[in-house]
């Protein structure tokens, strides 16, 4: 929490310290001139001087120059150095805290430069949890094999904490773990150090997908490459990789497994039968995982 506290006012940080939970608070929205939020157990809320409340006008007003702050501070006042990630929407901390942008696009030739006058942020805070994934691992390390998985979950449900916690125990069955850190939030590198725990896996940091499946089949020999967010165009890189005899476990944003099937986007990944196992993350407040088998009821 100490590189929150580094990133925001002196006055959110006392609060927060001394009257929330960390384990509990998983984004802090802060939007020039508007009631500052927080995600705090799965629920929004306003965080005003007396902690959490309901009401906005109880809640601290943010300056009109406040996501800027947080920015700068981020990147210790070196823009140019998160130029490349600052364009793709975020701008990422140290301790895998990973603060999505706003602002005016700058475009060139229909590409997003960078981002400027940035007018809110959220800052997103990750969470060890150690044994959420101990019912699922025994479901994906079968006797015959590691099985490519999907984790599908709505944002903000815990599904990079369960990869993360997946890369652990997969590496502590002696299985070549390599992960594709692309956000740096998974195991939040830090000098080429994990500052999360992952387990002896194999870390590739800030990379986009295609070029790490590449270079990981082709050159680290895995047993499993773990990613964050699949997209439709990170498709035939996991494809490739699962042909090449390599099992693949990626998440996607979507309710459950009804609503993936309805994105005609991946309608490839059901009919390819991709995906040996779909992993359903339901948020708070009914929080579990629902298996289901790509070719079974699951």
Avoid: W
């Amino acid at each position: 929490m100490e590189v929150l506290y580094k990133l925001i006012p002196d006055e959110y940080a006392d609060v927060i310290a001394s009257r929330l939970f960390s384990d509990k608070l998983n984004e802090l929205r802060i939007r020039n001139g508007f009631p500052v939020r927080v995600c705090y157990d799965g629920m929004y809320r306003f965080l005003g001087k007396n902690g959490l409340c309901q009401n906005a006008c109880d809640a601290f007003v943010a300056s009109a120059h406040a996501a800027e702050d947080v920015i700068m501070r981020a990147c210790e006042h070196s823009l140019y150095t998160v130029t490349d990630t600052l364009k793709k929407g975020y701008v990422p901390a140290r301790g895998g805290i990973r603060i999505g942008v706003c602002g005016n696009a700058v475009v060139h030739g229909g590409e997003i430069l960078t981002v400027k006058n940035f007018s809110s942020v959220n800052i997103r805070l990750p969470h060890q949890v150690k044994g959420c994934a101990d019912a699922l691992c025994p479901r994906i390390a079968a006797a015959d094999g590691i099985k490519n998985t999907l984790v599908i979950s709505p944002p903000g449900a815990g599904k990079t904490t369960l990869v993360r916690e997946l890369c652990r125990l997969l590496s502590e069955r002696g299985c070549n773990v390599l992960l594709c850190d692309e956000k740096y939030e998974i195991a939040s590198a830090t000098d080429g150090a994990p500052m999360l725990d992952v387990g002896c896996s194999d870390v590739m940091s800030g990379a986009d997908k295609r070029r790490v499946f590449e270079a990981g089949v082709a050159y680290m020999r895995p047993d499993v490459i773990i990613a964050d967010e699949l997209f439709p165009s990170d498709i035939p890189a996991v494809e490739r990789a699962v042909h090449c005899g390599i099992a693949v476990i990626a998440t996607v944003h979507a309710r459950d497994f009804a609503d993936f099937a309805k994105k005609p986007e991946f309608s490839g990944v059901i009919a390819n039968r991709v995906f040996d196992l779909f992993a359903v993350v339901y948020p708070p407040p009914n929080r579990r995982i629902a298996v289901k088998e790509a070719y079974g009821d699951g």
